[in-house]
């Protein structure tokens, strides 16, 4: 990067490290890391960086695969700034780098129904960005309104027909950073709405690797699902049933593995790099369209750039 960058208020760190900070902890450094000090900082910066310079934001990643070559141009990580939670009335309104589980015990705290939230991983606004959903319900049944900062420095509020809500994913605007996410929720009593939660923590911990680096669920399930991501009982495939017929349940790579424990879930089981879990990945995507004609779909996101492109 040739360009001088222009001077926040906030952190901008050279050739930082991204492995530390996804779920997998895997991948090569982003060429510029912003950590903002607030939002007036993230808009005079985006509004000064060079336009050819690209951005990419980053939530917790959680659900991020970043490629051993690493990110060039300055990726956006939010940090404590980001992070209030209020309630009013029937809404909630938190910082785009909230974990999803602290906006769900927030919520139920005021008697407000947003469980679904509570065993998603990651922030919300990665949440938002993928559409995520659990038991049923969706970002999509629950969105009023989201604060952003787009990439030339102007802030914008967004409504669902701005975001076009579809099953695991949104169409926001291009270089779009969200900052902030209001949600409204149904009234339950506190006790029940907690209770709930620790039912669904204790299913999600029976039947999903939650004790190993994951990312998550790896594919979107080919079918069974409307475009706002409402369930569609008239179907039922799912990504890991087609994987477990492929025979790729326990498939590894490298130190990349499809989990014994739920075959959605890639793992990495200790030295993987990114190229092999994206290969593995891959490897299953074929095994499934051989077996089933169907192609799977990437739920985790894959961005960077491959070692031999360093």
């Given at each position: 990067?040739?360009?001088?960058?222009?001077?926040?208020?906030?952190?901008?760190?050279?050739?930082?490290?991204?492995?530390?900070?996804?779920?997998?902890?895997?991948?090569?450094?982003a060429?510029?890391?912003?950590q903002?000090?607030?939002e007036?900082?993230?808009?005079?910066?985006l509004?000064a960086?060079?336009?050819?310079i690209p951005?990419?934001?980053?939530?917790?990643?959680?659900?991020?695969?970043?490629?051993?070559g690493?990110?060039?141009?300055?990726?956006?990580k939010?940090?404590?700034?980001?992070?209030?939670v209020?309630?009013?009335?029937?809404?909630?309104?938190?910082?785009?780098?909230?974990l999803?589980?602290?906006?769900?015990k927030?919520?139920?705290d005021?008697?407000?129904?947003l469980?679904f939230?509570?065993t998603?991983?990651?922030?919300?606004?990665?949440a938002?960005?993928m559409n995520?959903?659990?038991?049923?319900s969706?970002?999509?049944?629950?969105?009023v309104?989201?604060?952003a900062?787009l990439?030339?420095?102007t802030r914008i509020t967004?409504?669902?027909?701005?975001?076009?809500f579809?099953?695991?994913?949104?169409?926001?605007?291009?270089?779009?950073?969200?900052?902030?996410?209001?949600?409204?929720?149904?009234?339950?009593?506190?006790?029940?709405?907690?209770?709930?939660?620790?039912?669904?923590?204790?299913?999600r911990?029976a039947?999903q690797?939650?004790k190993?680096?994951?990312?998550?669920?790896?594919f979107?399930?080919?079918?069974?699902?409307s475009?706002?991501?409402?369930?569609?009982?008239?179907h039922?495939?799912?990504?890991?049933k087609?994987?477990d017929?492929?025979?790729m349940?326990?498939?590894?790579?490298?130190?990349?593995?499809?989990?014994?424990?739920?075959?959605?879930f890639?793992?990495n089981?200790?030295?993987?790099?990114a190229a092999?879990?994206?290969?593995?990945g891959?490897?299953?995507?074929?095994r499934?369209?051989?077996?089933h004609g169907?192609?799977l779909?990437w739920?985790?996101?894959r961005?960077?750039k491959?070692?031999?492109?360093?």
């Open positions: 990067m040739t360009q001088p960058l222009p001077h926040p208020r906030g952190r901008l760190t050279p050739n930082r490290d991204l492995s530390g900070l996804t779920w997998l902890r895997v991948g090569g450094p060429e510029w890391l912003f903002p000090a607030d007036d900082d993230l808009s005079d910066f509004s960086l060079d336009r050819d951005v990419f934001a980053m939530g917790v990643g959680s659900n991020l695969i970043v490629r051993d690493g990110l060039p141009g300055v990726t956006i939010l940090g404590r700034p980001f992070m209030d209020a309630v009013d009335s029937d809404t909630v309104t938190a910082g785009a780098a909230a999803d589980a602290r906006v769900a927030a919520a139920a005021a008697g407000i129904d469980t939230l509570r998603i991983p990651g922030s919300l606004g990665g938002l960005k995520a959903g659990c038991y049923g969706y970002v999509a049944d629950h969105f309104s989201a604060n900062v990439r030339d420095g967004l409504g669902a027909q701005d975001i076009k579809a099953y695991r994913q949104t169409d926001l605007p291009e270089g779009a950073v969200i900052t902030s996410v209001t949600l409204r929720g149904d009234h339950a009593e506190p006790d029940t709405l907690h209770a709930r939660m620790t039912d669904q923590l204790a299913k911990d039947t690797p939650t190993e680096l994951t990312a998550g669920s790896t979107r399930n080919p079918a069974g699902f475009s706002t991501g409402q369930a569609d009982d008239t039922e495939l799912k990504a890991w087609v994987i017929e492929a025979g349940r326990g498939a590894t790579r490298g130190g990349a593995q499809m989990s014994q424990m739920h075959s959605n890639l793992v089981k200790g030295g993987a790099t092999d879990l994206e290969g593995l891959e490897e299953v995507r074929k499934v369209y051989a077996s169907i192609e779909e739920e985790i996101m961005v960077g491959p070692a031999q492109d360093i």
